[in-house]
């Protein structure tokens, strides 16, 4: 049976003792070793003894019977020094021999605390390295499976994991709001190709039933007459949904020009609003102009006002504000209708989501492309006196980049 592989903590825990632990380590017993083996007290008690051995031999065999008291008395002091000199060289070797043991042992616990300090250092840091790095990896797992990241406290480690985790956070939210803005791009895309194709093939038949109507109209009756009108509204319905259709999968022609959006939100207050319907338009002075495709801008605009106007039933007033901000331009409409859910917030821009009897579903779904096409962005609230506000945020440098014709809704 094969053995485990050593984990990622291990193996930097190994490398810590290889790297400081086991060289302190090493050092410490050679050089108790040497303290041990190599006493220079031992080697002067070694050759102390041996010149003294030789010299009371040598004191041995003098005749003491010719010496003359002068020397008898020299030769005494000799023997005491020597004696003496031999005794404390005795007493420096077991001196030493005690100091050197205690250094060793000394060297040796010295050694042990370095070592067991030296492992709990290394354990530290390692868990403080295989922990927060354990955890990354299977954020990566989390993020290959489009899955949610952990939200409980993060594991301990140094300051430098706790930003790598916010960045691999961040980048995960990246990703994952690329993924679906690459999908409701490709569904949108597939939509637009769909309803260019259904418009184009609703116009054919269209053309020629609407030319059929008119002429049975001439000679008709008056019970025929009244099949006509339910056939003439019908088929105009069928013309405006595929001319709805048509637009929505339809590109912005020609090159941008600068747009005045007060003066077009001006000019559609007065030119596309039932009379009984009151607006009151609000242009801040300074407002920049916007870089964009004046038609598609005009039928989004259009349309939204419309659909203000049909939410306050063809009367009553409706507030249009256009004003710097930032690096673009704010557009608001705000009406005083029955407002928008908040369930149905963000739906109301998709196709076919529509909260009128005899709505398409298209209308504001053009108002949005319109406008993310031209760079900017949408969105709706509710009316603190009641009804419903959109804002609308254009930047003033920007240049459409996708389909962008608005619609009626």
Same mark, same amino acid.
């Given at each position: ?34 303290? /041990? ?53 005795? /007493?420096?070797?077991?001196? *030493? ?30 868990? /403080? ?77 269209? $053309? ?37 259709? *048509? ?64 939410? /306050? ?46 709505? $398409? ?49």
């Amino acid at each position: 049976m094969l053995p485990r592989p050593l984990t990622f903590r291990q193996r930097i825990l190994w490398a810590l003792l290889a790297l400081g632990v086991l060289p302190t380590a090493a050092v410490l017993v050679s050089w108790a070793l040497t303290i /041990q083996s190599g006493s220079t007290a031992e080697a002067m008690r070694l050759a102390v003894g041996t010149a003294g051995t030789t010299g009371r031999a040598l004191i041995e065999t003098i005749d003491t019977t010719r010496l003359s008291s002068l020397e008898k008395r020299a030769l005494a002091e000799h023997r005491v020094a020597l004696s003496t000199a031999l005794t404390r060289a005795q /007493q420096v070797s077991a001196y *030493s021999a005690y100091i050197g043991t205690a250094a060793t042992a000394f060297l040796l616990l010295l050694g042990a605390i370095i070592v067991y300090a030296g492992a709990r250092i290394a354990g530290h840091l390692s868990r /403080q390295l295989s922990r927060p790095i354990g955890e990354l990896v299977e954020w990566t797992g989390y993020i290959a499976r489009r899955e949610a990241l952990p939200t409980e406290p993060p594991r301990r480690g140094a300051p430098e994991f706790g930003v790598l985790r916010e960045a691999l956070r961040g980048m995960a939210d990246e990703l994952e709001s690329g993924r679906e803005r690459e999908l409701e791009a490709a569904r949108l895309r597939a939509f637009r190709e769909v309803a260019r194709r259904v418009a184009h093939e609703m116009k054919n038949p269209l $053309t020629p039933m609407r030319f059929a109507v008119a002429q049975l109209g001439a000679t008709a009756t008056p019970a025929q007459r009244e099949a006509l009108e339910v056939l003439r509204a019908e088929s105009g319905r069928l013309e405006q949904l595929a001319r709805e259709f *048509s637009d929505y999968g339809r590109l912005p022609e020609g090159p941008a020009a600068e747009v005045d959006l007060g003066e077009l939100l001006e000019e559609l207050a007065r030119t596309s609003l039932p009379p009984e319907v009151t607006v009151r338009c609000a242009v801040a002075p300074g407002t920049p102009h916007v870089v964009g495709h004046l038609d598609p801008l005009r039928r989004a605009f259009s349309n939204v006002l419309r659909n203000a106007a049909e939410a /306050q039933e063809g009367r009553g007033e409706i507030a249009v504000s256009v004003a710097p901000r930032e690096d673009g331009v704010e557009v608001r409409v705000a009406d005083r209708g029955p407002g928008i859910r908040p369930s149905d917030r963000e739906r109301i821009f998709q196709p076919y989501v529509t909260t009128k009897k005899d709505g $398409t579903g298209l209308g504001l779904a053009l108002v949005k492309q319109t406008i993310e096409a031209h760079g900017g962005t949408v969105r709706v609230e509710e009316n603190p006196g009641g009804g419903a506000v959109f804002h609308f945020s254009l930047p003033v440098a920007s240049s459409p980049s996708g389909p962008g014709a608005g619609g009626r809704g």
